[in-house]
């Protein structure tokens, strides 16, 4: 179970004033702290339920590390696990905060997902901002301490330490926003690039929204979720049948598909642009939630970071995998090291330093894990120095090349067919089963699809590093008005690997994404496709530090279901896909061009 959806189950255990069960600390939590719960009140009279927990034994005042979270603190550290992913914290020796934000669990008030910043001339508006400076004044006031706070939170809980930032307190001093929501539309959770991430917007959001609105407890009907989901025609058959019309945010979905003001107002990057608490933001390369978030938050930060206080880590993990784990492996890929325990060793040295004046302070600006050669990689800035950029080129016969075609009319076609789509990983695919390692899988499992086309290298006869971005360029057409575009870097492993017989020719996935084809030339404003007419399409396939090894093959897919991740694109353009007819859904004739005019390929930031 991934770590959101950790947290999630956990959350809904704990909506009790008593430690919830399996949360209870064991001897040494309890004799460490002293627990205090209070309810913190807001500029407006709305009381926060907060669980502090002051060392009892201290040689003096400490700094305080607040976590602010919709999960549920009713355990000792809430959902986080304080004795893994704080045990390094415990050491040194800080007061730790634990808060419900408004409108979950025992705080009061109305939960907003995702709350936007509030509006300057309203002097009576709330947000994550204020809510965040009002309980930082109560507790430099009510609660021992040497005048420093810093802030620490994965996912739900690394956007709400980025709001915080948009308007943050004097005391406020080391930020740490990890696997941070930071575009829920653009890349996140709930679209990517216009494609609406349908199991996710429906089970994750059902858990946190669908109790409060009269759905009842999540559950969907059949183990093997793609059957499921594919027993419903269209997205609002779908809505209707698990009563997610009452749902908050699945309006949101559906009255606002595209990227309007109401995800703009939401997209924390956008409007966290300058900064000048340090920030140590942490990300998974193979994050199956929120891999987005932590690339553009650092992204935001950097372009006004003069005083360089802007720090980025990625590893090789999946969602907050890095807080609970050793994380020496991720599925079948080890990385010959524990390095979880690396993460939770730096960020200690880290607030040590911006929290205590322990320490250098000597930090690489970027640390990044690079699971081809099974080693951390420091770089004063991201992308990496010394770097450029290098077109791998489509060819006849599913041939990858750094050389550009020269044929005048090559292409490749396929039928997508909605009533058949691929599936994201092999199936049966249940509720979150095996969700945290899906990235990671071997992707073998759609070979010989016809609807899957792939292109391959030859086997390298050197490395290739791989140190920033990964940017899909496709020249398409299709006989429909709309469809999706998805695609996939694979490092395809030799057919031999000495000691470890079971990954031979293993495929592993180190980037892809979908973009849904209506907003190739805006965002905002879907277009329709006109049909027959090969277009370019670029697919952002974010970021990867990687080094494909020398024997190993580098291979693309294009496709253009990833079912049921991904809902499924009518291939008719409809002017609201959430509003889309079964008529619409038809199955389509896709073209991938690979000419000397007009041709597809991945670029890659790599060394030269």
Known sequence: MAYTQRLLLAALLCAGAQPAAGQIPDSTTARQFERRDVMIPMRDGVRLFTVVLVPRQSAGPLPIILTRTPYGTGGW???????????????????????????????????????????????????????????????????????????????????????????????????????????????????????????????????????????????????????????????????????????????????????????????????????????????????????????????????????????????????????????????????????????????????????????????????VFDAGTNAWRTFERWPAPGTVSRQFYFHTNGRLSFDPPTEAAGSDTFVSDPAHPVPYRPRPIGSYVDWDTWLSRDQRFVHGRPDVLTWETEPLTRDVTVAGDIVATLFASTTGTDADWVVKVIDVYPDSVPGRPAMGGYQLMIAGDIMRGRYRRSFERPEPIPAGTVLPFTVDLHQQAYTFTQGHRIMVQVQSTWFPLYDRNPQTFVANIFAAKPEDYRARTHRIVRSRTQPSHVAMTVFP
Do not use: C
């Open 77 to 367: 550290g809430g959902t986080y696990h304080m004795r893994v992913g704080y045990a390094e914290l415990i050491r040194d020796g800080y007061v730790f905060v634990f808060q419900d934000i408004r409108g979950q669990h025992q705080s009061e008030g109305v939960f907003v997902m995702n709350r936007p910043p509030r509006y300057a001339r309203d002097r009576a508006s709330v947000d994550e901002a204020t809510d965040t400076w009002d309980t930082i004044d109560w507790l430099l006031a009510n609660v021992p301490n040497n005048g420093r706070v810093g802030m620490l939170g994965i996912s739900y809980p690394g956007f709400l330490v980025n709001a915080a930032a948009t308007d943050p307190h004097p005391a406020l001093r080391a930020l740490s926003p990890q696997a941070t929501m930071g575009d829920a539309w653009m890349g996140d959770d709930f679209f990517h690039q216009g494609a609406f991430r349908q199991s996710y917007g429906i089970e994750w959001v059902w858990g946190v929204e669908g109790r409060a609105a009269g759905s009842g407890p999540r559950r969907t009907g059949r183990y093997d979720t793609y059957d499921w989901y594919l027993g419903f025609p269209t997205l609002d058959s779908l809505a209707r049948a698990v009563g997610a019309m009452r749902w908050p945010t699945w309006q949101r979905f559906a009255q606002h598909p595209s990227y309007d003001g109401e995800w703009q107002r939401r997209a924390v990057p956008r409007y966290l642009t300058h900064s000048s608490i340090p920030t140590l933001t942490v990300g998974g390369w193979w994050d199956q939630e929120d891999m987005y978030g932590p690339q553009a938050t650092y992204r935001a930060l950097e372009a006004t970071d003069t005083a360089g206080r802007n720090f980025l880590v990625v590893g090789p993990w999946y969602h907050g995998q890095w807080n609970d784990e050793a994380a020496d492996s991720l599925g079948q890929i080890r990385f010959g090291r524990a390095t979880g325990d690396d993460l939770r060793q730096l960020q200690a040295r880290w607030f040590a330093y911006w929290l205590k004046d322990q320490g250098d302070g000597h930090f690489s600006e970027a640390t």
